[in-house]
Nanobody, 122 residues
């Protein structure tokens, strides 16, 4: 059983930056692909970014490409989401999740954190 805990959310002005972190425990971290998803009020949870177990391959949603960057440190069981040039439409609860075989689909992720709130003011 893998436990996932996110941190780093908060309130930021449009154009600002935040760095989200996610620490995983209870499993072999380097076996898992790690993803970030977000859910805004009244909307479905959507894919943001994913990184391969070794960190060599990443994938970002078109809506965040060029602004957000996912990375991981397997020695520290940690994955990060660096968010730059934030926009009000990025406001959401951001979730970190782990999967063995999935990629972009949230239904393929086995383990989820509780989420961290990101609010971008205009």
């Amino acid at each position: 059983q893998v436990q996932v805990v996110e941190s780093g959310g908060g309130l930021v002005q449009a154009g600002g930056s935040l760095r989200l972190s996610c620490v995983a425990s209870g499993g072999t971290f380097s076996r898992y692909k790690m993803g970030w998803f977000r859910q805004a009020p009244g909307k479905e949870r959507e894919f943001v970014a994913v990184i391969s177990p070794g960190g060599a391959i990443t994938d970002h949603a078109d809506s965040v490409k060029g602004r957000f960057t996912i990375s991981r440190d397997n020695a520290k069981n940690t994955v990060h989401l660096q968010m730059n040039s934030l926009k009000p439409e990025d406001t959401a609860v951001y979730y970190c999740a782990a999967t063995i075989s999935g990629w972009r689909s949230r239904r393929e992720y086995e383990y989820w954190g509780q989420g961290t709130q990101v609010t971008v003011s205009s």
